[in-house]
């Protein structure tokens, strides 16, 4: 047992934040056999936000959670309608003009930008340790997403996007996000997201799941890879800070490498496997150094 109260905090965000990355990490295994039943990708992010969503609404009607309102409302829907949607689309797009390998390393800058953005607007200055940690982090990610690093400027411009966007959607969402709590402020997110994807399919037309198992799919996308994983990520950064969650959310790569072996038969190399090693570390390290800033009655109710 931890006696100190600012461990007991860090430990569970910790925590929060390790279940975050196995349900996003997750996503792509599962996206694969959605792929694989003909579903295309305007519909599976229109079905994943949409069941998603309303799994919560009902939730938080069950449990009585009052519904965010005024400003926090407002900027609730933009992260999900802008913030989300954006960063989805740059991300996406950019596979056409870059090797997966190159375009999931651009987006894995976001821990470094989070981390360097939260200390120039905290005014506060970056310790060694934690600067030491999202460099590893960054360096195992390389190696760990692996493959071709081949890419068209635009496909490294669009990268380098979504990174950005996903970087300012998390700052923002440490600032936004508590005053409604993790439930009520996901489900406000994902039913943003959802009507503009909703849009998408009405014009471009649908592709759902045709069997089972796809329909299957898309609800592991929808409930673990996306409500559990959203909640789950700011329940940790209430705890940690946006700048120690993004970093630590560089597991979802070694999920993602790990199930593919277990599910799809993909090889596991020896550089994927010293990326792996390299990013669990800089976990450790970042789950052992709390600044004890971050005290239990500053968070929203449990999730």
Same mark, same amino acid.
């Given at each position: &047992? +931890?006696?100190?109260?600012? @461990?007991?905090?860090?430990?569970?965000?910790?925590?929060?934040?390790?279940?975050?990355?196995?349900?996003?990490?997750?996503?792509?295994?599962?996206?694969?056999?959605?792929?694989?039943?003909?579903?295309?990708?305007? *519909?599976?992010?229109? $079905?994943? #936000?949409? +069941?998603?969503?309303?799994?919560?609404?009902?939730? &938080?009607?069950?449990?009585?959670?009052?519904?965010?309102?005024?400003?926090?409302?407002?900027?609730?829907?933009?992260?999900?309608?802008?913030?989300?949607?954006?960063?989805?689309?740059?991300?996406?797009?950019?596979?056409?003009? /870059?090797?997966?390998?190159?375009?999931?390393?651009?987006?894995?800058?976001?821990?470094?930008?989070?981390?360097?953005? *939260?200390?120039?607007? =905290?005014?506060?200055?970056?310790?060694?340790?934690? &600067?030491?940690?999202? /460099?590893?982090?960054?360096?195992?990610?390389?190696?760990?997403?692996?493959?071709?690093? @081949?890419?068209?400027?635009?496909?490294?411009?669009?990268?380098?996007?979504?990174?950005?966007?996903?970087?300012?959607?998390?700052?923002?969402?440490?600032?936004?996000?508590?005053?409604?709590?993790?439930?009520?402020?996901?489900?406000?997110?994902?039913?943003?997201? /959802?009507?503009?994807?909703?849009?998408?399919?009405?014009?471009?037309?649908?592709?759902?799941?045709?069997?089972?198992?796809?329909?299957?799919?898309?609800?592991?996308?929808? &409930?673990?890879?996306?409500?559990?994983?959203?909640?789950?990520?700011?329940?940790?950064?209430?705890? $940690?800070?946006?700048?120690?969650?993004?970093?630590?959310?560089?597991?979802?790569?070694?999920?993602?490498?790990?199930?593919?072996?277990? #599910?799809?038969?993909?090889?596991?190399?020896?550089?994927?496997?010293?990326?792996?090693?390299?990013?669990?570390?800089?976990?450790?390290?970042? =789950?052992?150094?709390?600044?004890?800033?971050?005290?239990?009655?500053?968070?929203?109710?449990?999730?």
């Amino acid at each position: &047992m +931890l006696a100190d109260p600012a @461990a007991r905090v860090r430990l569970t965000g910790v925590a929060f934040i390790v279940t975050s990355a196995a349900g996003f990490g997750a996503m792509p295994i599962f996206a694969k056999l959605a792929y694989a039943d003909g579903v295309d990708l305007p *519909s599976m992010l229109f $079905l994943r #936000f949409a +069941l998603a969503g309303g799994a919560m609404a009902l939730l &938080m009607q069950w449990r009585g959670i009052a519904w965010p309102r005024g400003r926090n409302l407002w900027q609730l829907l933009a992260m999900g309608a802008i913030g989300y949607v954006g960063e989805s689309y740059c991300y996406f797009a950019a596979l056409q003009y /870059a090797s997966a390998g190159l375009t999931a390393l651009l987006l894995y800058l976001y821990p470094a930008i989070v981390t360097v953005l *939260s200390a120039l607007l =905290a005014r506060r200055r970056l310790s060694a340790l934690r &600067m030491s940690a999202v /460099a590893a982090a960054l360096f195992g990610t390389g190696l760990a997403v692996g493959g071709s690093l @081949a890419g068209s400027a635009l496909g490294i411009l669009l990268g380098v996007a979504a990174a950005l966007i996903y970087s300012v959607y998390i700052l923002v969402g440490e600032r936004v996000t508590p005053v409604s709590g993790a439930i009520a402020s996901a489900t406000v997110i994902m039913l943003a997201a /959802a009507a503009v994807f909703a849009l998408i399919v009405l014009w471009r037309g649908a592709a759902l799941p045709a069997s089972p198992a796809a329909w299957a799919a898309v609800g592991s996308i929808a &409930m673990l890879s996306t409500a559990v994983a959203i909640i789950s990520f700011f329940a940790g950064m209430a705890r $940690l800070g946006a700048a120690d969650a993004a970093t630590l959310s560089t597991l979802e790569p070694v999920v993602t490498v790990v199930l593919a072996a277990i #599910f799809l038969g993909e090889a596991i190399g020896p550089w994927q496997s010293v990326g792996g090693a390299i990013i669990l570390g800089a976990v450790i390290v970042l =789950a052992r150094a709390g600044d004890g800033k971050r005290q239990p009655a500053t968070l929203p109710p449990p999730a």
